[in-house]
């Protein structure tokens, strides 16, 4: 069972990866409009990278409502359990 | 009745009147709606019995289905309907008025000058999200109905989320506050004075220029004038529109979308379709674009592509029949899927040359791209298009003349009056752009200011052009 913690470690990871930016830190607060390369343009595909890093899936209502990091975290968590 | 017209004033003020006379809110609901059947019978009765009938359709659909389980062929076979009208209104309305530009003022009595296309799309949207479960039905065919009918917005936008604006509806105010008479009334004055003093004092040479013959652009320099005036006299004329319907929505205490953020300023094309017609593009993002991004998500950047393909040609078919709004949906598709691909080299550049030095450069660079593609957008047909593209590219001939005074915002072949007129709109244009946030704060202040509001009637009055009959652009869509 992944703590919290280590969930926001691991998607921190993938936005590192995903938008090839190392500065990338996430909190909680963190939305698209603090990171430039997340927009809906490349939202989805973040998104199926999540999908698969955690073996979840999401509906494209959970994915569009997102409004922050930390509703992204609550999902995954609820999602793992 | 033309938004922005006397009658619509007339209507407008009447309305009001009556709609404080009562305290019961289905009281004030019903004024609304039977000012809204009574504008909309101005264009001929089918434009009422088809709206009428489309909203019983879709109310009682929704609320059958919801209750006895909403199957998928339910939502195909309603939004089906919905979709058939659209386009059958949409080739009636092309065969009736021809050019949607140069059509005369007859072609207000054709039907669907109207926005029949904006409340399918509230009923498209709204099937759909009943159908997801995202909220459930409206109880009220009264709210539901004026929903689609309300007149400050039915001719073209802003479109509504329908469960949201019958929210609404539940909390009308009982007396008019002056807030909302204060922001209604700045907000409808700026409007009329973005279309009568500014967008209006363009129609000459772009109309001219585009549906002139051969088709009336003389050089390659014409025709970059003819594009750039014609983005910006659509800005002015579109959002001239959208202040008078949210400024008067506010008399009744209705609160509208916002449906631009000042576009001129992008320095994408994705930011300039952000800030561009917000609750049309939200509407594709949110029924078109994500939906087609979700499906093919696996396939990263090709799902994007197809999203962005998708999108944009339904958008373009939603603006026409014509192959000059193909080309028009297709330079968007393009523009967006490089800025997609080169997103990261941008981000890198705007570092490097600092936030101020890249919009120098990227803001006039968005202005160009949208207007060249506004060349297709406004050409009358494929052929008048080519021709003006073969101008724009024939480097010999581009300027009108060698001496710079010839061609400063100047044609070989303009009257003078109307340069003068061209040329203080096109001052105005500048000089309400550089201050548009600011205005805009100002806009939305609630206390009642007898000097702002005088100066902005005597403003309106004194530089107003106001015997064109032109109608508001977006009206043919």
């Known amino acids: ?81 | 009745m033309n938004p922005g017209s006397l009658n619509y004033f007339l209507l407008l003020i009447g309305t009001t009147i009556v709609f404080y006379l009562f305290n019961d809110n289905k009281l004030k609901q019903s004024v609304l709606l039977l000012a809204s059947l009574f504008f909309l019978s101005f264009f001929g009765i089918i434009p009422v019995i088809t709206c009428v009938l489309l909203s019983i359709l879709n109310f009682y659909f929704a609320k059958h289905a919801f209750k006895y389980g909403y199957l998928f062929s339910k939502l195909v076979a309603i939004n089906t309907v919905n979709v058939l009208v659209l386009l059958a209104f949409r080739f009636v309305n092309e065969l009736n008025i021809g050019s949607l530009f140069s059509a005369p003022l007859i072609g207000e009595q054709f039907i669907v000058a109207l926005g029949i296309g904006f409340y399918s799309l509230q009923n498209i949207a709204y099937q759909i999200d009943i159908y997801k479960k995202r909220y459930t039905p409206e109880v009220s065919l009264l709210s539901f109905t004026l929903s689609n009918t309300f007149f400050t917005r039915v001719s073209s936008g802003p479109i509504l989320n329908i469960k949201a604006f019958t929210a609404s509806l539940s909390t009308l105010p009982s007396k008019l506050t002056e807030e909302n008479f204060t922001v209604g009334l700045q907000r409808i004055l700026i409007g009329a004075i973005k279309k009568l003093v500014i967008a209006e004092r363009f129609s000459y040479y772009i109309n001219l220029y585009f549906d002139g013959i051969d088709p009336g652009a003389k050089t390659g320099y014409d025709v970059v004038i003819a594009c750039f005036l014609f983005t910006i006299q659509l800005y002015f004329d579109f959002s001239g529109y959208m202040d008078i319907a949210i400024g008067s929505a506010r008399m009744f205490g209705i609160n509208l979308s916002e449906n631009f953020n000042m576009p001129l300023r992008s320095q994408s094309v994705s930011e300039w379709w952000r800030r561009w017609h917000i609750t049309l593009i939200n509407w594709f993002t949110q029924y078109i674009y994500y939906p087609v991004a979700y499906k093919f998500r696996a396939r990263r950047m090709m799902a994007t592509v197809f999203a962005i393909i998708s999108t944009f040609a339904i958008s373009a078919i939603w603006h026409g029949f014509g192959v000059t709004y193909l080309i028009w949906g297709s330079l968007h598709i393009m523009y967006l899927i490089i800025e997609n691909f080169l997103k990261k080299d941008l981000l890198r550049l705007n570092e490097k040359l600092t936030s101020f030095y890249y919009q120098l450069i990227f803001t006039p660079l968005t202005f160009i791209l949208v207007s060249f593609s506004n060349l297709f957008f406004r050409s009358n047909s494929l052929a008048d298009a080519k021709r003006l593209l073969l101008k724009l590219i024939d480097w010999r001939h581009f300027f009108p003349d060698i001496s710079l005074k010839s061609w400063i915002l100047n044609g070989v072949d303009w009257k003078m009056e109307f340069m003068v007129s061209m040329r203080l709109g096109f001052l105005f244009a500048i000089l309400y752009l550089l201050f548009e946030e600011k205005l805009f704060l100002r806009l939305n202040k609630s206390k009642f200011s007898i000097p702002f509001i005088t100066f902005l009637i005597v403003f309106l009055v004194v530089f107003g052009v106001f015997n064109s009959g032109t109608r508001f652009i977006y009206m043919n869509f």
């Open chain 1, 1 to 81: 069972m992944k703590t919290s913690e280590q969930i926001l470690e691991e998607l921190q990871g993938i936005f590192i990866k995903e938008f090839s930016d190392s500065s990338i830190v996430l909190t909680d607060e963190t939305t698209a409009k603090d990171i430039a390369m997340w927009d809906s343009l490349t939202h989805m595909g973040l998104m199926d990278t999540i999908e698969r890093h955690f073996e979840i899936s999401f509906s494209l209502d959970e994915m569009i409502s997102f409004k922050n990091v930390g509703d992204l975290r609550t999902a995954i968590t609820a999602k793992l359990k």
